[in-house]
């Protein structure tokens, strides 16, 4: 991206249960470039995916949504990085995941602050719910820091489905399965929505609606 540039760019991967999926996604930005990463993990036996953002080019910036659901024997192994090279860089990291049945995903995140990159930013979070016992989710933040001048920070939580959330939407009329699948669609709803492509939005929606269904029929 050269100087000042804007760019959006968007994965989504529903692959039948056959396929291993390996793929790397990489940017560098110049001065005052802003780059937008979306990737929507969903199909697959097994996925490696990377983003990997070079911040080169001072008051650049990078942000990336990751969205997960793996199921059954599903294996996804997700990461995103960040070099901030020049001063004044921004990274913001977000990752929203669910994990059921037998799935197992890790999720890496890395953000590196070279030591010319003063007044620069980083940001990680990651937030998973999980749905069964067997499902294994590992979030795995990293902060490499050779710079005193900046502010880091990363958080991540794991947890189930909230059973007072789920009393109230059943007091309300709706089935178990229908206040549980509500939960997980409204749990990826913040990302869907700072999307301005509608058919990409639409898209992600049927994904999501397809994944939960499950939740209603039981």
């Known amino acids: 991206l050269e100087e000042s540039a804007e760019f959006s760019y ?14 790397s996604k990489t940017a560098n930005t110049g001065r005052q470039a802003k780059i937008y990463w979306i990737d929507g993990c969903f199909g697959s036996i097994f996925t490696t995916s990377m983003i990997h953002t070079t ?12 969205m997960f659901f793996s199921q059954l024997e599903q ?7 960040a070099q901030h090279l020049a001063p004044h860089t921004t990274s913001d990291m977000r990752t929203k995941g669910v994990g059921k049945d037998s799935s197992k995903t890790v999720y890496r995140g890395n953000i590196k602050i070279h030591e010319n990159a003063h007044n620069s930013v980083g940001y990680q979070k990651e937030d ?3 749905l ?9 933040p990293k902060l490499e820091i050779d710079n005193h001048d900046v502010k880091c920070k990363h958080g991540a939580t794991v947890g189930q489905i909230d059973r007072e959330k789920v009393f109230y939407l059943t007091s309300r009329g709706l089935s178990d399965g229908e206040a549980q699948a509500t939960i997980v669609r409204g749990f990826f ?12 939005k639409d898209r992600l929606h049927e994904e999501i609606e397809e ?3 499950f939740l209603i029929e039981q």
């Open 10 to 23: 968007c994965n989504v991967q529903n692959l039948d249960k056959q396929t291993y999926n390996c793929i």
């Open 55 to 66: 911040l080169s080019g001072e008051g650049s910036s990078m942000e990336a949504d990751t």
């Open 75 to 81: 294996q996804f192994d997700l990461a995103v990085e």
């Open 128 to 130: 998973t719910l999980i």
């Open 132 to 140: 069964s016992d067997n499902a294994t989710v590992d979030a795995i």
């Open 189 to 200: 709803a913040p990302t869907i929505q700072k999307i301005n492509a509608q058919e990409l």
């Open 211 to 213: 994944k939960t269904a």
